[in-house]
């Protein structure tokens, strides 16, 4: 396995300039690699994919994969972002990353399509297509599953599996989004076993969260989607939640996979190393997960 780690403790609310740091902490604490979803890497490093190339070389780790959104219900949009994640596609060949995510859904999807199915068929089209972009430059799609879109609604999902092809579209359940969204989190993971490409290990805790109005006429927290997760629930480290990691990882195990085990986690009340190496020791410890920078270092202290 590898374990590995999102960029958004330390670039949140754009501050990318905490990104040298972030790979010193990430090295610190021992993970394998990181993801990112932001532009910037890409703005600063493809005209020059060898620099990064090295620093990543420097630290000992990965870059893990690339995570790319996409508006699928305007056309135009829909169009900007298939070049987009084509371009972080090369990008990502480029500096020796193996693993791309595809995500989107918007729910407002009435202006361009007649029906939900066609929007999904869409949808699917669309995906079919980057994975096979993806998969000829040698490198894995995995489709994410994301709370606040069309697909937080587990037959909307299946619908789009049904329609991808799995030698092209894998995919990322997100167990922590999985959880939200109110699936079954084991039977989801298990029934999709073998289109599983990448993990992204997520917990939640909906324990002690604000209800009803705060004052009059305002309802907060929010509980419109994306990260406004208040009003359901708040992300933690993992194994302080609600997600059944050792039945999800016994499933995982069984079906084989030996991929990554990435935590993409968006906010924290901790210190962003602390933050990842919570979650590094839940894996080793609670789980009894090694990453292949554990084993190197275990190798090689056991030969001194």
């Known amino acids: 396995m590898k374990i590995g780690f999102g960029c958004q403790l330390w670039l949140m609310d754009n501050h990318f300039e905490n990104f040298h740091r972030m ?39 990965e870059f893990a994969s690339y995570y790319t959104g996409i508006s699928f219900n305007h056309a135009e949009r829909r169009r900007q972002g298939v070049e987009e994640f084509k371009r972080r596609c090369r990008f990502t060949a480029q500096v020796n990353g193996k693993y791309v995510h595809l995500d989107g859904g918007e729910k407002d999807w009435r202006k361009e399509f007649k029906s939900e199915d066609d929007y999904i068929k869409s949808i699917a089209e669309t995906a079919n297509h980057l994975g096979e972009y993806a998969h000829s430059l040698g490198l894995t799609l995995s489709w ?67 209800q009803g109005d705060l004052w009059p006429g305002i309802k907060v927290p929010s509980d419109q989607g994306a990260y406004d997760v208040d009003s359901k629930g708040r992300w933690v480290e993992l194994g302080r939640g609600a997600v059944p990691f ?6 995982l195990l069984q079906a084989g996979y030996n991929g990554w085990l990435l935590d993409d986690f968006d906010y924290s009340g901790y210190p962003a190393s602390t933050s990842a190496k919570a979650c590094k020791d839940f894996i080793n410890q609670g789980l009894g997960i090694w990453g292949e920078r554990d084993i190197r270092r275990h190798q090689t202290q056991s030969s001194l």
């Open 144 to 210: 994410h599953q994301h709370w606040g879109s069309i697909f937080e609604s587990e037959p909307a999902f299946n619908r789009l599996m049904d329609l991808t092809d799995p030698k092209v579209v894998g995919f990322c359940p997100d167990v922590g989004q999985l959880k939200l969204c109110g699936f079954d989190v084991l039977a989801t993971v298990r029934r999709f076993a073998s289109r599983i490409t990448f993990v992204h290990y997520k917990d939640i805790t909906f324990a002690g969260r604000p």
């Open 246 to 251: 050792k039945e999800i990882t016994e499933i």
């Open 23 to 61: 790979l010193d902490e990430l090295a610190l604490v021992g993970l394998d690699g990181f993801e990112v979803c932001y532009s910037f890497l890409i703005e600063w490093y493809e005209s020059r994919p060898n620099e990064l190339k090295e620093l990543l070389k420097m630290h000992d780790l």
